[in-house]
C-alpha cells in the first residue's frame, strides 16, 4: 500500500488504526523513489487527503508512473481509480481528468436504488 498510487489513496483515507499499523511495519523499496520512510509517508499520506490524488513517480518502476483519486459513496473513499503511465511530461496533466473520471464513478455509484442510469433521464443534464 505504500508504494502504489492506489494503496496510497485508500491508505490516506482508511481508518487511523490501520495507517498507524501500517505505518509501524518495515516497507520494501521497490526504487531509490518509494517512500519507506514513516515520517515520509505520513506527509505523503497527509498530501494526498488534501490533493485529492496521490501521483507516484518512479515509487515501483523507474519508467512508470502511478497516478490515483479516491472514489467516495456517502462521502466515505470505498476504492480508488488509478493509472499507470510512462514517468514522463505527459503524465502530470492526466490528474485533472482522472479527478473528473472518479466524480463521474461517485455519481454512477451513487445513482438512486433499484434505478438503472439509462432509465434515469439525459446522463448530460445536471439532477
Same mark, same amino acid.
Request: proline share 9%; aromatic share 4%; with cysteine.
Given at each position: 500500500?505504500?508504494?502504489?498510487?492506489?494503496?496510497?489513496?485508500?491508505?490516506?483515507? #482508511?481508518?487511523?488504526?490501520?495507517?498507524?499499523?501500517?505505518? /509501524?511495519?518495515?516497507?520494501?523499496?521497490?526504487?531509490?523513489?518509494?517512500?519507506?520512510?514513516?515520517? %515520509?509517508?505520513?506527509?505523503?499520506?497527509?498530501? +494526498?487527503?488534501?490533493?485529492?490524488?496521490?501521483?507516484?513517480?518512479?515509487?515501483?518502476?523507474?519508467?512508470?508512473?502511478?497516478?490515483?483519486?479516491?472514489? /467516495? =459513496? #456517502? &462521502?466515505? +473513499?470505498?476504492? %480508488?481509480?488509478?493509472? =499507470? +503511465?510512462?514517468?514522463?511530461?505527459? %503524465?502530470?496533466?492526466?490528474?485533472?481528468?482522472?479527478?473528473?473520471?472518479?466524480?463521474? =464513478?461517485? /455519481?454512477?455509484?451513487? &445513482?438512486?436504488?433499484?434505478?438503472?442510469?439509462?432509465?434515469? &433521464?439525459?446522463?448530460? *443534464?445536471? *439532477?
Amino acid at each position: 500500500m505504500h508504494a502504489s498510487s492506489s494503496g496510497l489513496v485508500l491508505l490516506a483515507h #482508511a481508518p487511523a488504526e490501520l495507517r498507524e499499523r501500517m505505518l /509501524r511495519r518495515p516497507r520494501q523499496a521497490y526504487t531509490t523513489d518509494t517512500i519507506t520512510d514513516a515520517k %515520509a509517508l505520513r506527509t505523503a499520506l497527509a498530501e +494526498v487527503r488534501r490533493n485529492g490524488y496521490a501521483f507516484c513517480p518512479g515509487h515501483i518502476h523507474p519508467d512508470a508512473t502511478g497516478i490515483s483519486v479516491p472514489v /467516495r =459513496v #456517502a &462521502g466515505q +473513499v470505498v476504492a %480508488a481509480l488509478g493509472l =499507470v +503511465v510512462p514517468n514522463d511530461e505527459h %503524465a502530470w496533466p492526466l490528474v485533472r481528468p482522472l479527478q473528473l473520471t472518479g466524480l463521474a =464513478v461517485e /455519481r454512477a455509484l451513487g &445513482g438512486r436504488p433499484g434505478r438503472p442510469e439509462a432509465e434515469a &433521464g439525459d446522463p448530460e *443534464r445536471p *439532477r
